[in-house]
Nanobody, 125 residues
Framework: QVQLVESGGGLGQAGDSLRLSCAASGGTFNGYPVGWFRQAPGKEREFVAAISWSGSSTRYADSVKGRFTISRDNAKNTVYLQMNSLKPEDTAVYYC??????????????????WGQGTQVTVSS
């Protein structure tokens, strides 16, 4: 069982940068592919980015490609989402999630077994 804790959300203006962190609490991230999703008010939770368990492969939603970077430090049991050139439409609650151990990278919500509680990101224009 993996318990996930997000941090790093907050307020920003268009063009700002924020870095989100997702830590594995009470366990290890070793072997788990991790993804970031987000949910804006009144909208479905959507895929943002994902990283393989080794860190060698990544995937991004078209809406964030070139602006967001996902990375991981398995020694620190932490996955990061660096968000640059933020836009008001990036405003949402951001969730990290983990797939089953030693599985492939995923972009769909149903592929993920473990979820954090979410962290709010608000970007003003």
């Amino acid at each position: 069982q993996v318990q996930l804790v997000e941090s790093g959300g907050g307020l920003g203006q268009a063009g700002d940068s924020l870095r989100l962190s997702c830590a594995a609490s009470g366990g290890t991230f070793n072997g788990y592919p991790v993804g970031w999703f987000r949910q804006a008010p009144g909208k479905e939770r959507e895929f943002v980015a994902a990283i393989s368990w080794s860190g060698s492969s990544t995937r991004y939603a078209d809406s964030v490609k070139g602006r967001f970077t996902i990375s991981r430090d398995n020694a620190k049991n932490t996955v990061y989402l660096q968000m640059n050139s933020l836009k008001p439409e990036d405003t949402a609650v951001y969730y990290c999630a983990a797939r089953g151990r030693w599985t492939g990278i995923g972009t769909m919500k149903y592929e993920y077994n473990y979820w954090g509680q979410g962290t709010q990101v608000t970007v003003s224009s």
